[in-house]
């Protein structure tokens, strides 16, 4: 049974479509069947594989609000052992259409609970907010990867999303856990970046991944061609990078990250 991890930061321009991707596409070549399930009405992470929104017949959408399977809106990707959950803009409408559904915090679980076995890991890229397509995704989550990026607000935010999942551990989802706090767009070159990684490290402890995301000017790059840095340039920095990350995921075991107190 596959595992599903949401990554989430309601922050924008933290590098959470950027892992989504990059995290998908290590654990494809990795020989790890995965999904990726593009949360975000930008349909970046879509468009960021060769998906684009415009040519997309069913979606995410479809699936939240009127039950339809997965399976029919599910896309191969270019990338051996990845696919794609899609999303388009009138996902946006998602928020506001959802409230008036029955199990309105439960239906992107039922979404996954019918295809979970048939993937290793389930990766959801969601949007930069906390409303309830994110609430959904945390509630169908096993567990959160948080990116951070190394800047001055870097902390900015985070102590909002750290409740919001304290709330959905309470109430809809209690075996909801944190995978871990991943640290993006680092600059061993600037002072402040180091010293973010140290506060960061030392207030979260086990919580932050030893691997940094540096920037890459590949991970920028690729996008724009509709792959993943690793299809794009294995070699670079940022693909090396986010096959690290994946193998950190693969190899430990998911750790009692404790925030419910």
């Not at 975000?40 to 479809?62: C, F, H, R, T, W």
């Not at 490290?201 to 940094?212: G, I, P, Y």
């Amino acid at each position: 049974m596959g595992k599903i991890i949401a990554i989430a930061n309601q922050k924008g321009g933290v590098g959470k479509t950027t892992t989504a991707i990059n995290l998908s596409a290590a654990m494809a070549i990795m020989e790890k069947k995965t999904l990726l399930i593009d949360a975000d009405p930008q349909a970046n992470a879509s468009s960021g594989l060769g998906i684009m929104p415009e040519e997309v017949k069913i979606s995410v959408y479809e699936c939240l609000i009127d039950g339809v399977d997965a399976r029919e809106a599910i896309l191969e990707s270019s990338t051996p052992n990845l696919y794609v959950l899609p999303a388009r803009i009138d996902l946006v409408g998602a928020e506001i259409e959802l409230p008036k559904v029955e199990n309105r915090e439960y239906r992107m679980k039922t979404i996954l609970d019918s295809v979970k076995e048939e993937y290793d890991y389930i990766i959801i890229d969601c949007s930069p907010s906390l409303g309830l397509v994110t609430i959904n995704a945390l509630t169908a989550a096993d567990s959160v990867l948080i990116p951070v990026q190394c800047q001055y607000f870097a902390l900015e935010g985070l102590g909002k999303l750290l409740n919001t999942i304290r709330i959905v551990q309470g109430r809809l989802n209690t075996e909801l856990e944190i995978e871990g706090i991943v640290l993006t767009m680092f600059d061993s070159r600037l002072r402040l970046a180091r010293q973010v990684v140290e506060d960061v490290r030392n207030h979260f402890k086990q919580m932050v991944f030893n691997t940094l995301i540096y920037n890459n000017t590949k991970l920028a790059e690729a996008p724009s061609y509709g792959v993943s840095a690793i299809m794009y340039d294995a070699s670079s920095t940022g693909s090396i990078n986010y096959i690290n990350l994946a193998q950190e995921i693969i190899q430990k075991p998911l750790q009692e990250n404790n925030i419910k107190e």
